[in-house]
């Protein structure tokens, strides 16, 4: 953007700026992998002299790789012929079959001289994976209390891919090791667990203590996630700590 400068006869300074004014909006926010339906970012200019062309110039950004992830955008001018008051640009996704986190294509509009960058000055298209849903364990608390009522584990599971589905968890999609036992030392609650279609990371209580031990120290549980109906899994283990409610005795003075 350029801004002219000038000097008046009293000696203040005077700012000018191009009375035409661009600003970018999506006006498809989302780009969906099935069926290679594009999002699209929608730049426009003010009616200020409107009966000139204008070069726009814009930088692509985002979590998404062009080339890859959707078709890349490889010129980053546009230009509005006279009398034309905006132009579209697509994000067309490319179908690659490998499950993805929810991916962002940002535009941002770039300054020039014929040109000021109104507000808003950048847009934000999201691509839609529609590869069969890939779980991951993304936290487990790292300690549990024996002795603390209501105290609980909770897993955070993020996905991948399709997000448009429900998931289901159920107690046989996870295995349990370490020292603690399952039903002796600790239970799996809030089984089945369902991760609602639009979710993308859904965080729940899964493991509870149970008040039997005699014994002082801690425990180890090592939760592994497996893949279940209509989902994968990856990055799908954990552990967490179980302190056990006994103390050491104490020490007698004479």
């Excluded at 079959?97 to 940002?106: E, G, I, Q, R, Y």
């Excluded at 996905?159 to 603690?180: E, M, P, S, Y």
């Excluded at 639009?198 to 090592?222: C, H, Q, Y």
């Amino acid at each position: 953007e350029t801004t002219d400068i000038t000097t008046g006869s009293d000696g203040t300074f005077n700012f000018a700026q191009p009375p035409t004014q661009v600003t970018v909006a999506a006006s498809a926010p989302v780009a969906q992998e099935a069926g290679l339906v594009p999002g699209v970012f929608t730049i426009t200019r003010t009616a200020d002299q409107i009966g000139s062309p204008v070069a726009i110039s814009f930088n692509i950004g985002g979590t998404a790789r062009g080339g890859t992830n959707y078709v890349a955008i490889t010129n980053t001018t546009v230009t509005l012929a006279a009398g034309q008051l905006s132009t579209n640009i697509l994000v067309t996704p490319k179908e690659d079959s490998n499950p993805d986190p929810v991916l962002t294509v940002t535009l941002t509009i770039r300054g020039a001289g014929d040109y000021s960058v109104g507000f808003p000055s950048s847009a934000t298209v999201f691509i839609a994976d529609d590869s069969t849903p890939l779980l991951r364990i993304s936290g487990l608390s790292t300690n549990i209390f024996e002795g603390n009522a209501g105290d609980y584990a909770a897993l955070t599971v993020q996905r991948w891919g399709n997000t448009n589905v429900d998931v289901v968890l159920n107690a046989a999609n996870f295995t349990l090791g370490g020292t603690a036992v399952l039903n002796t030392d600790y239970n799996l609650i809030n089984l089945p667990q369902t991760i609602p279609a639009g979710v993308i990371n859904a965080t729940f209580p899964i493991i509870a203590p149970l008040k039997n031990s005699t014994a002082v120290g801690s425990r180890s549980i090592n939760l592994t996630m497996q893949a279940g109906t209509g989902y994968t899994v990856t990055n799908n283990t954990a552990a967490t700590t179980l302190t056990l409610e006994a103390v050491p005795a104490g020490t007698v003075l004479y």
